[in-house]
């Protein structure tokens, strides 16, 4: 029993001060990039590149958690985030940013998973029949809090004319947490995998979901939708710091702004259930959240100076998304063919990030800003005809 308490207590330390060091730039990101001259353009590249280096790199670095050491994995993801943050404190050279966004991505893969299922591990040792719910529950409650702590203090350092340091702080933050996970992390011994996950066995496995799922009438129309839906949204999130900042919002408010959207979106998702079947039925529901999102990316074009309000209701909107889109998606889904076909889903949206934060950063450039948001509205009235095509296929296939 002191050993679980001692585990947990490392795990939500490393959770709470991780999230709170990687959150404070976040709602200023793309203000300061545009203030060292990068255009949406050049910023737009860097979010496609740290996204391509965690499609090619997503692989090989699982494998290095799960046959070498997951706190080695842990602890290497966290010394590239402190490097990268560093980093970008002391260069406003696009070249080297574009390199230190690529190597971010590398780290990030290099967390993704291992972290997760070190933790796992720490509690399943021994007690395979555990259960972890209310550990998984704190953890993300911890992930949560230590985002929205990050958030305000940002805005806090921002108020006080601290912008470009914020990356250093950031920088050394993470090394802390690094040097923490070092002397404080306890891993058991792995037992080591025989068996190889190659590229060529991912890619046959994402070639046999992709035809499962265009044979599947339904999956493939809340599939487009939801290509289209995260497709209006990813422009939202790169749209909402420049777009409030020229309505004369002050920036120092950014990081209340989000620290309140991130407590609707914890709040909103427990009732995602309630609110299908308040709107009778997955599918439907989702074209409702659609309809409804374009509303409030309409209504923050009609009131630019108060548009942080729309903004704040349209990402509880969105909150529900996901979840609902989820529970749908995998009743969908035999069990045999599930972790490939989510895979493949989540190849779609990969895809649909890269392709809005391209069309962002040309679009911003050339037409400005309104156009970005004109179609991030039409991109989310878009996504809700699959949906709605969904709907008649149930009526005609009586699901």
Not at 15 to 44: C, E, G, R
Not at 66 to 90: A, C, N, P, Q
Not at 176 to 199: H, M
Not at 381 to 396: D, N, Q, Y
Request: charged letters at 15%; glycine letters at 6%.
């Amino acid at each position: 029993m002191q050993n679980l308490k001692r585990n947990e207590r490392f795990f939500l330390t490393v959770t709470l001060f991780s999230s709170f060091f990687t959150s404070l730039m976040a709602p200023f990101w793309v203000i300061y990039f545009n203030k060292i001259n990068l255009d949406f353009s050049q910023i737009s590249l860097l979010i496609i590149i740290n996204h391509i280096a965690v499609m090619l790199f997503e692989i090989p670095t699982g494998a290095l958690a799960d046959t070498y050491s997951r706190k080695f994995s842990v602890l290497l993801s966290l010394l590239i985030g402190s490097l990268t943050s560093i980093g970008i404190y002391f260069n406003t050279s696009f070249t080297v940013l574009l390199f230190l966004y690529f190597l971010s991505g590398v780290g990030a893969t290099l967390n993704s998973g291992a972290f997760e299922s070190w933790f796992a591990d720490s509690f399943l040792l021994g007690q395979k029949e555990m259960d972890l719910t209310k550990y998984w529950g704190r953890l993300t409650s911890f992930n949560y809090l230590g985002s929205t702590i990050g958030f305000l203090g940002g805005s806090v350092l921002v108020r006080y004319n601290i912008f470009r340091e914020i990356w250093l702080i950031e920088g050394i933050g993470i090394f802390l947490v690094f040097i923490y996970v070092f002397l404080a992390g306890k891993e058991a011994k792995l037992q080591k995998k025989t068996d190889e996950y190659s590229y060529r066995e991912y890619f046959n496995k994402i070639a046999k979901g992709t035809v499962y799922l265009f044979k599947h009438r339904i999956l493939l129309s809340i599939t487009v939708g939801s290509f289209f839906f995260f497709f209006s949204s990813g422009i939202m999130s790169m749209l909402w710091q420049p777009y409030f900042e020229r309505a004369g919002i002050p920036v120092e408010l950014f990081g209340i702004i989000l620290a309140l959207t991130m407590v609707l979106s914890i709040f909103v998702p427990r009732y995602a259930d309630r609110i299908g079947e308040r709107f009778k039925g997955a599918a439907r529901t989702l074209m409702i959240v659609s309809i409804t999102s374009a509303l409030f990316i309409f209504m923050m074009y009609a009131i630019p100076k108060y548009s942080f309000i729309p903004y704040i209701i349209y990402t509880a909107v969105y909150s529900a998304h996901t979840p609902i889109f989820m529970s749908y998606f995998n009743k969908l889904i035999p069990s045999s063919e599930r972790a490939t076909i989510i895979s493949i889903y989540s190849l779609f949206i990969s895809v649909s990030t890269i392709l809005c934060t391209y069309s962002f950063g040309v679009l911003s450039d050339k037409k400005g800003l309104y156009a970005a948001l004109f179609l991030s509205l039409i991109t989310a009235l878009i996504s809700s005809i699959p949906f709605k095509r969904a709907i008649g296929l149930e009526k005609e296939l009586c699901l």
